[in-house]
């Protein structure tokens, strides 16, 4: 039986920065144009992170009796180690994910914005298919897009619009910064995993671009929340505190240089999460003092 750190370790704490970071940006973006309501972001921060922690131990649980999970490197598998019964792992999933629809359908009705529900159901999907079912698209290469949509637009604007009912271009660069952070952590997470995926034939984006396509793709990835930092600026000075997470970006990228392989680009995933809460909270502390 698996003991309480291993079910901690299971819900891939270094990655709960990919839900966090998107909320306070789509609550900074609200805040700018006087939309922000405390209880809604709260609501809309428990839909995140449970989201997300049903999603890991998804994955955990799918790709360990697929066996992909035989001969990985990098963070603890309930599944592939072992440790737990795998219709165990599969409960805390659906757990997880039943939060995450309280706490939407309440966020729902206090906003009343009921088409969202649709919005919901659509990332609940998502998020079990990414690995589950018979033919989950992140073993056909789309895993990196819907880390795009869903931890980018979807978790900044959707934070927006149920508190505003706008979409601003200041929330629309942010969600693009977010989605950007977001794939750089999924491309530094398959670059890592190449050798293991081509062996379990599961297909990424980065075992079809290759080693040095993906390290390439990578620092274009993490640029991209710079340039949007330069540009939200023109509007609001103090947003280039987002600056700030460029030390944590460099030591990511510095290693993706070098061409650090397996455990040794784990450190990247660490980086890089960090990179994105930091400038998670930076450019909306900036916007909400502006």
Known sequence: MATVAQWVSGTRPRTLPNSIAPVLVGAGAAHHIDGFHLTWTLLALVVSVALQIGVNYAND????????DAHRVGPFRLVGSGAANPKAVR??????L????????????LSGRYWMI?????????AW??????????????????????FGPAAVLGTLYVQ????????IGGAVAMGAFSTGVMIANSLRDIPTDVRAGKRTLATTLGDR???????????VPFVITLAVCLRE?????????LPLVVLGARRVVKGDKGRDLIPVLRDTGLAMLVWGIAVPAALVLG
């Open 129 to 150: 298919f990414y690995t589950g079912g018979r033919k989950p698209y992140g073993y056909s290469g789309l895993g990196e897009l819907a880390v795009f949509l869903f």
């Open 237 to 245: 000075p103090l947003a280039l505190l987002g600056f700030l997470a």
């Open 164 to 171: 505003s009912g706008e979409i601003t271009g200041i929330g």
């Open 98 to 109: 039943g939060v995450a629809a309280v706490a939407g359908l309440l966020l729902v009705v």
């Open 118 to 126: 649709a919005f919901g159901a659509v990332c609940l999907a998502a």
């Open 213 to 223: 396509d993906s390290r390439r793709l990578y620092l274009a990835l993490v640029a």
């Open 91 to 96: 409960l805390a999933a659906f757990a997880a």
């Open 61 to 68: 649980y799918s790709d360990g009796i697929r066996g992909t």
